[in-house]
T-cell receptor, first 108, second 113 residues
Framework: GQQLNQSPQSMFIQEGEDVSMNCTSSSIFNTWLWYKQDPGEGPVLLIALYKAGELTSNGRLTAQFGITRKDSFLNISASIPSDVGIYFC????????FGEGTQLTVNP | NAGVTQTPKFQVLKTGQSMTLQCAQDMNHNSMYWYRQDPGMGLRLIYYSASEGTTDKGEVPNGYNVSRLNKREFSLRLESAAPSQTSVYFCASNADKYTDTQYFGPGTRLTVL
């Protein structure tokens, strides 16, 4: 089946630093999605990408749909403590497939 | 407008016991989903219901059954719980299965001893 590799698995950063994470797949996806999960809550959609090469921002978050349609990147600029959580990528091919998640810790 | 609600929030079962996880949404969504979340595995789809009256298997359906009781409610049943079913279970819904914005419930943390 379709599989996503998300990296890094975890990140420990200082407040104010920029963050980058990515997902790669062996399959082509038509849509890439990025979710954030706060502790004890369900995931919430942050950004949706629908075209290869698309670059979309949502506040301090920027995500890109890779040209090959097999990867996507999420950047967070000037991190703040409330950015703490697990970030998931998801790709839509024949079905929606989630990455393993990146656990982000932000030290004040 | 509560969104997606799930009950219970926590549950401990013994191997072989049965239970039903409840999910309800008040957004008039057609499609509903059940996922399980395990460390390092992301979210895996168990079953989904594209519309009232239909259900389909997802990636990991073995050991589970579902019922789409009406448009609002979608329940997940474990007939004979096993330790491998220890996980966090999320229900989600969206307007239709082609819409990417899925709204997730807060999750049910299930431990099977």
């Amino acid at each position: 089946g379709q599989q996503l590799n998300q990296s890094p698995q975890s990140m420990f950063i200082q407040e104010g630093e920029d963050v980058s994470m990515n997902c790669t797949s062996s399959s082509i996806f038509n849509t890439w999605l990025w979710y954030k999960q706060d502790p004890g809550e369900g995931p919430v959609l942050l950004i949706a990408l629908y075209k290869a090469g698309e670059l979309t921002s949502n506040g301090r978050l920027t995500a890109q749909f890779g040209i090959t349609r097999k990867d996507s990147f999420l950047n967070i600029s000037a991190s703040i403590p409330s950015d703490v959580g697990i970030y998931f990528c998801a790709g839509r091919g024949s079905r929606l497939t989630f990455g393993e998640g990146t656990q982000l810790t932000v030290n004040p | 407008n509560a969104g997606v609600t799930q009950t219970p929030k926590f549950q401990v079962l013994k191997t072989g016991q049965s239970m039903t996880l409840q999910c309800a949404q008040d957004m008039n969504h057609n499609s509903m989903y059940w996922y399980r979340q395990d460390p390092g595995m992301g979210l895996r789809l168990i079953y989904y219901s594209a519309s009232e009256g239909t259900t389909d298997k997802g990636e990991v359906p073995n050991g589970y059954n579902v019922s789409r009781l009406n448009k609002r409610e979608f329940s997940l049943r474990l007939e004979s719980a096993a330790p491998s079913q220890t996980s966090v279970y999320f229900c989600a819904s969206n307007a239709d299965k082609y819409t990417d914005t899925q709204y997730f419930g807060p999750g049910t943390r299930l431990t099977v001893l």
